[in-house]
């Protein structure tokens, strides 16, 4: 019989959270807001009208910001 090759395991995308992050004067500083309800640690995605978490489903609307009407 012939040998079978070992499963391999997809290698996932690294979390590339350092993006969110800038070093200002030997200092690290956060680009995006931080989740009230999660704490630090979990970011708030950043839309055109809005910030929102994805883990609880926080979200804050921006000001000034108009709302989305739905059209039917």
């Known amino acids: 019989m012939a040998k079978r090759n070992p499963k391999r395991k997809a290698k996932r995308p690294s979390p590339q959270v350092w993006k969110f992050y800038k070093i200002e004067g030997g200092k690290l500083v956060r680009l995006r807001r931080m989740c009230p309800r999660c704490g630090s640690g979990v970011f ?12 609880c489903g926080y979200t804050e609307f ?10 039917y």
């Open 44 to 55: 708030l995605a950043e839309h055109p009208d809005r910030y929102a978490c994805g883990c």
């Open 62 to 71: 921006k000001p000034g910001a108009k709302p989305k009407t739905l059209t």
